[in-house]
């Protein structure tokens, strides 16, 4: 059985990772929108598979939610921002591009031209 | 939005952009009963009964991204079509109270879905918001209070994704005991 006890050893791991993080710096932010057209279009499965896998590979990386993007119909939306606060924004995106979103971009700084939004809008 | 799950996350954003700092949802799911009753309940910024008639109709809304709002009158339709309800309770500057019914064995209840999910999506949108959850089914009574996880998580945030993803799995087991 997970009791509150077992939340200690993840403070432990945590604070250690924060202190790593320290001459790592935070390298990316990720934003997810989450209003009613962003939830209704798959967003909760984005954020959430975003979470893990920034969970499981322990990578310097911000996860944040936001409100409508205001591009109901590219929904679900993911803002990439790097530190100089460059913005990389994917559109329709879903639990398997979300994978492929942080193995490339958030891992290996490699943009995914084929989701941003400059492929669907013309 | 064809799972519960999905719509208690809709309404819970209404509380956490009403600048609630705390939120309990409820949830009884009793096939002893046949109902599912949901309650969503804010320390947000409130409503005047004015306000509280208007958000029912679905041409209302104070967000200025999109003329029209969807949420409550969306869902308030899909309680009624299987012989339930919802309403509003809210006092200005105090909070607001969402309780919604639904018929369980009614032909247009939709699945209750991903309701772990929903409550690590909302306690990651926010370090500063606590939950309390309750779910009660025939069988299980499970209930979770945020500020519990806090006290112990220290200066560590509970949106880490490390704390996110274990909660996910400390209520996995709670709703399967
Ligand atoms: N918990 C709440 N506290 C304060 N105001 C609320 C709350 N829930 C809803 N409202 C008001 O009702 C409006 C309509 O809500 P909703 O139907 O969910 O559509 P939307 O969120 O898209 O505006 C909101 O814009 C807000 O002004
Ligand atoms: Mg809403």
Redesign the pocket.
């Known amino acids: 059985m997970k009791s509150l006890e077992d939340l200690k050893k993840i403070r432990e791991a945590a604070q250690n990772k924060m202190t790593m993080r320290m001459d790592d710096n935070q390298k990316y932010r990720i934003v997810v929108g989450m209003?009613?057209c962003g939830i209704a279009a798959g967003a909760r499965p984005v954020l959430n598979t975003i979470v893990e896998e920034v969970a499981k590979a322990k990578l310097p990386v911000t996860v944040l939610q936001t409100g409508?993007i205001g591009m109901c119909t590219l929904e679900p939306i993911v803002e990439v921002f790097d530190k100089d606060d460059n913005k990389t924004t994917y559109v329709l995106v879903d639990a398997k591009k979300a994978k492929e979103i942080v193995a490339h971009h958030l891992m290996r700084d490699e943009v995914l031209e084929e989701y941003t939004v400059g492929k669907y809008k013309k | 939005m064809d799972e519960l799950a999905l719509n208690i996350l809709?309404?819970?954003?209404?509380?956490i952009?009403?600048k609630?700092n705390d939120i309990c949802i409820y949830i009884n799911d009793s096939i002893k009963e046949n109902v599912i009753d949901i309650e969503?309940e804010?320390d947000?910024?409130?409503?005047t009964n004015e306000?509280?008639g208007?958000?029912i109709d679905?041409f209302?809304?104070?967000?200025t991204t999109?003329k029209?709002?969807?949420?409550?009158?969306?869902?308030k339709q899909n309680a009624e079509l299987t012989g339930g309800y919802l309403h509003?309770d809210?006092k200005k500057n105090c909070?607001?109270?969402?309780k919604t019914r639904f018929i369980k064995n009614h032909i247009d209840t939709p699945i209750m879905g991903d309701v772990i999910e929903t409550m690590t999506t909302l306690i990651q949108a926010d370090e500063n918001i606590d939950y309390i959850f309750e779910y009660k089914t025939d069988d299980i009574h499970f209930i979770m209070n945020t500020k519990d996880m806090k006290d112990i998580l220290g200066d560590v945030k509970i949106t880490e994704p490390e704390v996110i993803i274990w909660l996910k799995d400390y209520m996995k087991e709670g709703l399967s005991q």
């Open positions: 209003a009613t409508c | 809709d309404i819970a954003y209404n509380s952009r009403a609630a969503i804010d947000g910024c409130g409503m306000e509280v208007k958000v679905p209302f809304t104070t967000r999109r029209v709002g969807l949420g409550i009158p969306l869902f509003i809210s909070g607001t109270i969402v």
